[in-house]
């Protein structure tokens, strides 16, 4: 059993900056890739960023430049650091991790990008 628990995300205004960070628990050797999805209302979920356990990074085109992710392999911990958040980046994000060849979702939470 495997358990993600999500937080950090909110209201912000354009232009803001938000952190969300997802700690992961449960029964698992280690962790092969964490990443972070989301999904705009309509649309498809979509992936944001994703890092290896040897620290490569892969993100999105729309978020380049904006979002850094990272991860804390000591803790189990995966951040995503959101900046010059637009209206666009409105979407409720999902943590996501790969455990041996399974994949394991958080419960997801909500980025807002008004004004």
């Known amino acids: 059993q495997v358990q993600l628990v999500e937080s950090g995300g909110g209201l912000v205004q354009p232009g803001g900056s938000l952190r969300l960070s997802c700690a992961a628990s449960?029964?698992?050797?280690?962790?092969?890739?964490m990443g972070w999805y989301r999904q705009a209302p309509g649309k498809l979920r979509e992936p944001v960023a994703q890092?290896?356990?040897?620290?490569?990074?892969y993100y999105a085109d729309s978020v380049k430049g904006r979002f850094t992710i990272s991860r804390d392999n000591a803790k189990n911990t995966v951040y995503l650091q959101m900046t010059s958040l637009k209206p666009d980046d409105t979407a409720v994000y999902y943590c996501?991790?790969?455990?041996?060849?399974?994949?394991?979702w958080g419960q997801g939470t909500q980025v807002t990008g008004s004004s």
């Open positions: 890092i290896t356990s040897g620290g490569t990074t």
């Open positions: 996501n991790i790969k455990c041996a060849g399974r994949n394991y």
């Open positions: 449960g029964s698992f050797f280690s962790i092969d890739v």
